[in-house]
């Protein structure tokens, strides 16, 4: 009890796929709910260094992963954006709609408007979960913080965009003459980020593991069309037409 609005860590690509996947069957309590739909859980497996999953959603899922255009998208790309040349629509540095950093440390506590996580009484609210433990701020404890707690929201009006879990896409990493890929892509910064700066700009991810890792500070969000209010494991993303801002070395 006293849990149910803290992100949900400790989870692995192929735990978010199987959750898609019983999403897509209406949540039923049957083995074959879980099994296939949005993805095959027959292909999951590894073999020399790499994965086999299936790299994309199904045709038809109506729950998935998304791709990292698809959560760039969600995250960083606001229609509304008036651009200096008269044109409306644009992308943003950061997750919070605008090119100013967020500001990193607990909810409701002073800090350095910098970024860095340090408190400061001169500065500025803390605006994202990450970065920070009880080092920065004695007796807080950046796991614990509730989902919601910052009144910082993205274009789309997305809490948590950046800090408390970095969230998994579809993306990939595979070596140029290797037959399979090794990792799977994770965007966004997490309470345990040592440099939330960096992930949670536009231009960098924010890491990669195997699809089988599991840690703490790792969990996902869901694209869904239609798109669903929030959905409680780690907040929904929508899924929309997708401008292209690819990263090197990566597939989507």
Not at 14 to 20: D, G, L, S
Not at 58 to 77: N, R
Not at 115 to 134: C, I, K, M, R
Not at 139 to 160: E, M
């Amino acid at each position: 009890m006293g849990n149910e609005l803290r992100a949900v860590g400790g989870i692995t690509w192929r735990t978010a796929a199987v959750f898609c996947n019983w999403l897509h069957n209406g949540k039923g309590t049957d083995r074959a709910a879980f099994l296939g739909g949005a993805y095959d859980v027959s292909t999951f497996g590894s073999q020399g260094g790499g994965f086999l999953d299936q790299l994309t959603r199904s045709p038809g899922a109506q729950y998935w992963i998304p791709s990292t255009d698809e959560w760039l998208k969600a995250a960083h790309y606001d229609p509304a954006k008036q651009n200096s040349d008269g044109t409306v629509g644009g992308w943003w540095q950061y997750s919070n709609g605008s090119d100013t950093n967020f500001a990193y440390g607990p909810p409701g506590v002073l800090v350095r408007a910098d970024g860095f996580p340090s408190p400061d009484p001169n500065e500025v609210l803390a605006t994202a979960n990450a970065g920070w433990d009880s080092s920065f701020f004695p007796g807080q404890n950046a796991p614990r913080v509730p989902l919601g707690s910052y009144a910082t929201t993205n274009p789309w009006g997305l809490f948590d965009v950046a800090g408390a879990t970095a969230e998994w896409t579809e993306g990939y990493f595979q070596i140029e003459g290797e037959p399979i890929p090794r990792q799977r892509a994770l965007d966004r910064s997490s309470w345990a980020s040592l440099s939330p700066l960096v992930t949670d700009q536009v231009r960098y991810l924010g890491g990669s593991y195997g699809p089988f890792v599991q840690l703490s500070d790792l969990g996902f969000r869901i694209a869904s069309i239609p798109s669903p209010s929030w959905l409680c494991l780690a907040c929904s993303s929508t899924s929309y037409a997708i401008t292209r801002r690819r990263r090197p070395l990566w597939s989507s």
